[in-house]
């Protein structure tokens, strides 16, 4: 369903966006959408602003960035301040880095406890098992 884009409500908006009502009213809470004025007896209304605001925020939460990231960079969004989203950019890409080496050492000690667990035959304990015990 097409709504006009300058006279949306938050259910309306929530459509737009690709989101749940919920989501808008969290962002609310969370300061990344403003919350629009309610005319007396009226309803909020939201136009495109808060569209590609929403949109903005769900994807750069899809690449990783947390609420906060995506905070620091909605207030560098005038497009002025590329270097400061550079940073904070060079800065996430670098966690995602070490998780994924952390990852990438969690796999192999799986596929080992798991060959290990697999090659175990007889009245021996459980390799994962033991070695899970050990860790303690």
């Known amino acids: 369903m097409e709504y006009p884009l300058h006279k949306l409500t938050i259910g309306a908006l929530a459509v737009e966006a ?6 808008i009213r969290f962002y609310q809470r969370k300061k990344l959408l403003p919350e629009p004025e309610r005319p007396q007896g009226g309803i909020r209304r939201y136009g495109p602003a808060e569209v590609s605001r929403v949109r903005f925020i769900k994807a750069a939460q899809r690449i990783g960035f947390t609420l906060d990231e995506i905070a620091q960079l909605l207030q560098l969004e005038d497009g002025t301040h590329c270097s400061q989203a550079r940073d904070i950019a060079e800065h996430k890409l670098a966690d995602v880095r070490h998780r994924l080496e952390d990852l990438r050492r969690m796999e192999s000690t799986l596929a080992d406890l798991v060959r290990r667990c697999a090659a175990g035959r007889g009245k021996i304990a ?5 070695s899970l015990q050990e860790t303690r």
């Open 126 to 130: 459980c390799p994962l098992i033991a």
């Open 18 to 23: 690709g989101v749940n009502v919920e989501t």
